[in-house]
């Protein structure tokens, strides 16, 4: 089965500073990445996703970047906010099923 | 707001005590699933299903049961409940025709065994 490894497991930054957040997975049938974001106490929710026909995405501060080839793919937030500090989960899945397969989650805290 | 709705939010067990964990989805996804967060392990898939005739066991299912009594209520029983089965479990929904991939969370049921 799929093997998802997240890294780091914990990530300490000055409000202003960017952030990264590194996954790499195992099955080359793996086609579908999210990442969901954890606040404390609550749910987790998705918050960016790519397909493996797309090599990057933005959304506004974030954005997520896809190697297929080495297989790994990575959440980039800029300008980093004290708002942004949770728990991020990367995800891996393929077609058919797309069972989410989660990394084990990257506490980020964020400094004012 | 369309939701998923877990049944008891937290609950303390004693060790040896059966305990099943409700959750009710008023989104209307065909899929549900139970998973279970530890600190530093994640999360992690025990049951799911795709619809009321089906239920497939996932990476930890074993100490764990689950019954789809319909499309939207989906349950997780722990028969003999032992303290590592203390943590925070969630069940969750998706419908990958209608909204992509995206896995929409319950608030999460905390248990605790002692």
């Known amino acids: 089965g799929e093997n998802v490894e997240q890294h780091p497991s914990t990530l300490s930054v000055q409000e202003g500073d960017s952030a990264v957040i590194k996954c790499t997975y195992s099955?080359?049938?793996?086609?579908?990445f999210p990442w969901y974001k954890q606040e404390l106490g609550k749910r987790p929710q998705l918050i960016i996703d790519?397909?493996?026909?797309?090599g990057e995405k933005k959304d506004q501060r974030i954005a997520v970047t896809l190697n297929k080839t080495a297989k790994h793919f990575s959440l980039h937030i800029t300008e980093t906010q004290p708002e942004d500090s949770a728990v991020y989960f990367c995800?891996?899945?393929?077609?058919?099923?797309?069972?989410?397969?989660f990394g084990r989650g990257t506490s980020l805290i964020v400094h004012p | 707001d369309a939701d998923v709705t877990q049944t008891p939010r937290n609950r303390i067990t004693k060790t040896g005590k059966r305990i099943m964990l409700e959750c009710s989805q008023t989104?209307?996804?065909?899929?549900m699933y139970w998973y279970r967060q530890d600190p530093g392990l994640g999360l992690r898939l025990i049951y799911y299903?795709?619809?009321?005739?089906?239920?497939n066991k996932g990476e930890i299912s074993d100490g764990y049961s689950v019954s789809r009594q319909a499309q939207a209520k989906f349950s997780l029983s722990l028969e003999s409940a032992i303290p590592n089965q203390t943590a925070l479990y969630f069940c969750?929904?998706?419908?990958?025709?209608?909204?992509?991939?995206?896995?929409?969370f319950g608030e999460g049921s905390w248990l605790t065994v002692v």
């Open positions: 969750a929904t998706s419908d990958p025709g209608r909204n992509g991939n995206t896995i929409y």
């Open positions: 989104k209307g996804h065909d899929r």
């Open positions: 790519i397909r493996s026909n797309v």
């Open positions: 299903s795709f619809d009321v005739k089906d239920i």
């Open positions: 099955d080359s049938a793996s086609n579908y």
């Open positions: 995800a891996a899945s393929s077609g058919g099923s797309y069972i989410p397969t």
